[in-house]
């Protein structure tokens, strides 16, 4: 049996695998002696990266979502975002939305996804063992999210090259292009309001169809808008979010060979291990969206006071070492609290369950279909996409 030792299963040193900040440190201190950063869009914000206080701000609703959702608020994003989505709802709205979809996408539920995923993997790795060149991003990784989402929500596969390059440009959020951004976002906005209003045809007996039927059990009504914003969220997060945190999870594991061992000779740690790599890996180069303090309140940082910008770094706080001993270390063994990469309080994230379930199916494949899988390139050869809500390998050239 592979034994675990710190110095082979630490992540620092991985190549790319950190993100690029996407703000910049300020010398001086807020009011109340918090650290400070500038954003993209020129507000400063307090910066905490404790995860007493990260877990503080997460779930306190008076600290606001709604507001910073603005033109000219303070943001990572070169533009506003639909007042729809989850992610920009405070309450009482949010939970009137979230209590609609929540069985949906409860562990239960998502179960019944485990044979298709399992069926997808299994296809696509006798695909990769055929290639010459065999490249598992490509292969296995790229499409698989898309397709098991489809599934679930009753997208064709046939649909997958026309939005999927939309929702790539939502997720980059490039300050670069903001028209072309713009551009892309309405065009996946009006797909999915497509997809609702039935002017595009959906596969019969998916979420979408039952979203549709059941608005109508929401106080008020659903209205086509919230459908499309909790539509996004999943086009987005399953898809996107899910084929980003597979992309470095796999990465990470063949960059660091014990690891991967472990789980080919004892599978059924690879539930903790992912639990680890999910705490170490953030899903862009941001690791939640700004919020508003409603009212003062003191943090182990110092005092935030109403009015002030607060940026919540999950990241910062997952490698807390009073939390986290050795917090870069991937140990399965590790008790104690809860990461907080999926959030926490009622923007916890809603397809959690999805990603655990979808990702631990593709690993179990995986180890048992190919346990001599080695990287076949460099990894610091490798390209990467890199953008705000958005970090992974595009290229993951394999032998075995």
């Given at each position: 049996?592979?034994?675990?030792?710190?110095?082979?299963?630490?992540?620092?040193?991985?190549?790319?695998?950190?993100?690029?900040?996407?703000?910049?440190?300020?010398?001086?201190?807020?009011?109340?002696?918090?650290?400070?950063?500038?954003?993209?869009?020129?507000?400063?914000?307090?910066?905490?990266?404790?995860?007493?206080?990260?877990?503080?701000?997460?779930?306190?609703?008076?600290?606001?979502?709604?507001?910073?959702?603005?033109?000219?608020?303070?943001?990572?994003?070169?533009?506003?975002?639909?007042?729809?989505?989850?992610?920009?709802?405070?309450?009482?709205?949010?939970?009137?939305?979230?209590?609609?979809?929540?069985?949906?996408?409860?562990?239960?539920?998502?179960?019944?996804?485990?044979?298709?995923?399992?069926?997808?993997?299994?296809?696509?790795?006798?695909?990769?063992?055929?290639?010459?060149r065999p490249d598992l991003y490509a292969t296995?990784?790229?499409?698989?999210?898309?397709?098991?989402?489809?599934?679930?929500?009753?997208i064709p596969d046939e649909d997958i090259p026309f939005y999927r390059p939309l929702a790539h440009t939502v997720q980059i959020a490039s300050h670069e292009d903001v028209p072309g951004l713009v551009e892309d976002f309405t065009a996946l906005y009006g797909y999915l309001l497509d997809l609702v209003t039935g002017a595009r045809p959906r596969t019969p007996g998916g979420l979408i169809d039952r979203f549709v039927t059941a608005r109508g059990t929401a106080q008020p009504p659903l209205s086509d808008a919230e459908l499309v914003g909790i539509l996004l969220g999943s086009v987005l997060g399953a898809d996107q979010n899910?084929?980003?945190?597979?992309?470095?999870?796999?990465?990470?594991?063949?960059?660091?060979?014990?690891?991967?061992?472990?789980?080919?000779?004892?599978?059924?740690?690879?539930?903790?291990?992912?639990?680890?790599?999910?705490?170490?890996?953030?899903?862009?180069?941001?690791?939640?969206?700004?919020?508003?303090?409603?009212?003062?309140?003191?943090?182990?940082?110092?005092?935030i006071e109403e009015g002030d910008v607060v940026y919540p770094d999950a990241f910062q706080a997952n490698r807390d070492p009073e939390v986290f001993p050795e917090p870069l270390v991937v140990d399965p063994d590790r008790k104690g609290k809860r990461h907080l990469q999926f959030g926490y309080g009622m923007h916890h994230c809603m397809g959690a369950a999805l990603a655990r379930m979808e990702i631990t199916e593709l690993l179990t494949v995986l180890v048992a279909e190919l346990p001599g899988l080695t990287l076949a390139a460099g990894a610091e050869t490798l390209p990467w996409d890199s953008g705000v809500i958005l970090r992974r390998p595009t290229a993951l050239p394999v032998r075995w």
């Open positions: 049996m592979t034994t675990l030792v710190p110095e082979a299963t630490g992540i620092d040193g991985i190549a790319n695998l950190d993100p690029v900040p996407a703000f910049t440190p300020l010398a001086e201190r807020s009011r109340g002696g918090v650290p400070q950063i500038a954003l993209p869009s020129g507000h400063t914000a307090l910066h905490l990266t404790r995860y007493a206080d990260v877990h503080r701000v997460l779930t306190d609703p008076s600290f606001g979502r709604t507001a910073t959702n603005t033109e000219d608020g303070p943001s990572f994003l070169p533009t506003i975002m639909p007042k729809e989505l989850l992610l920009n709802l405070d309450a009482p709205h949010h939970a009137r939305m979230k209590t609609f979809v929540n069985a949906d996408y409860s562990a239960s539920a998502v179960e019944r996804l485990r044979p298709v995923v399992r069926e997808l993997v299994l296809d696509k790795v006798a695909r990769l063992r055929a290639e010459e296995v990784l790229d499409r698989l999210p898309a397709e098991v989402n489809g599934r679930f929500l009753g899910v084929l980003s945190v597979a992309a470095k999870v796999v990465y990470t594991l063949l960059c660091r060979p014990v690891l991967w061992r472990r789980l080919v000779d004892r599978p059924e740690d690879i539930g903790p291990v992912l639990d680890e790599l999910i705490r170490l890996i953030p899903l862009g180069n941001i690791s939640a969206f700004p919020r508003l303090a409603t009212r003062r309140v003191e943090v182990s940082q110092g005092v």
